[in-house]
């Protein structure tokens, strides 16, 4: 069953970059307090994930702040060491929590899971954000088909 608005974020273990590398958090940590954004990507350095998706909530970080929102999130069904080398490609820094959903055990939770297996991606997470606040899902978008039709950082804004 698919996450929806009212639903509590999963509490499940995924990996971010450290400076000494991988590091385990878990999700409602990093959701669970405040006003967060979550949005996932099918795959980094995939062409829509790393040429707007992501620059879209690195362009808007600033305005999602004014709006209240502590954590922007992305999530993608690949490796922390991908993860942390797309951050370093596009100059992440601190604006987005990159967390790795290698085993995609946090999408399989969220019930957004996407077969790529036809084009030799396997598992990957369905293209979507949403909106959590102290750990409650207050907004969800998930995109239709293949593109960046409703959830790109000013489809957010629009909704906070």
């Given at each position: 069953m698919t996450i929806a608005v009212g639903d509590r974020i999963p509490d499940v273990q995924v990996m971010t970059v450290g400076p000494d590398g991988p590091v385990p958090v878990r999700t409602g940590?990093?959701?669970g307090t405040?006003?967060?954004?979550?949005?996932?990507?099918?795959?980094a350095f995939t062409p829509t994930c790393s040429d707007y998706h992501l620059p879209s909530y690195l362009i808007r970080r600033e305005d999602l702040a004014r709006k209240g929102v502590d954590t922007v999130a992305c999530l993608s069904v690949n490796d922390a060491f991908v993860m942390g080398?797309?951050?370093?490609?596009?100059?992440?820094?601190?604006?987005v929590v990159l967390l790795a959903d290698g085993n995609a055990?946090?999408?399989?939770?969220?019930?957004?899971?996407?077969?790529?297996?036809?084009?030799?991606?396997?598992?990957?997470?369905?293209?979507y954000a949403m909106v959590v606040e102290d750990g409650v899902v207050t907004a969800?978008?998930?995109?239709?088909?293949?593109?960046l039709a409703v959830s790109a950082a000013d489809d957010v804004l629009a909704l906070l």
């Open positions: 940590e990093v959701l405040g006003k967060a954004v979550l949005f996932a990507v099918p795959g080398a797309w951050g370093e490609a596009h100059e992440v820094g601190d604006a055990e946090f999408t399989a939770a969220v019930g957004l899971e996407l077969d790529g297996s036809a084009i030799g991606l396997g598992t990957r997470s369905q293209r969800l978008s998930v995109e239709p088909g293949p593109g």
